[in-house]
């Protein structure tokens, strides 16, 4: 029984990773934004505001989608495991 209960939850730990991470990211758009903006070899460069945003609410929205996916899959766990 204790297997089964541990297996049912793994990928609510897996979504929920996985929001983590991206929400991570989505803090940190604005410097992976000049990371990737950055030519090489150049001494000076300017980054647009549209690819900071893009680096700072795509991560984060795709955070909180994988947030809401762990709340349903955990929902749908807990329920099947308390039918058991």
């Known amino acids: 029984m204790k297997n ?8 609510v730990v897996v979504f929920f990773c996985l929001g983590v991470l991206a929400l991570i990211l989505g ?8 990371l990737f903006s950055r030519p090489s070899g150049a001494g000076s460069w300017t980054t647009s505001e549209s690819m900071m945003n893009g680096f700072i609410y795509i991560p984060t929205a795709i955070g909180v989608f994988f947030f809401a996916l762990a709340i349903v899959v955990f929902t749908i766990s ?4 308390q039918e058991k």
């Open 4 to 11: 089964s209960f541990l297996n049912s939850f793994k990928l």
């Open 27 to 34: 803090v940190n758009g604005e410097a992976v934004a000049i």
């Open 78 to 81: 807990y329920i099947k495991v």
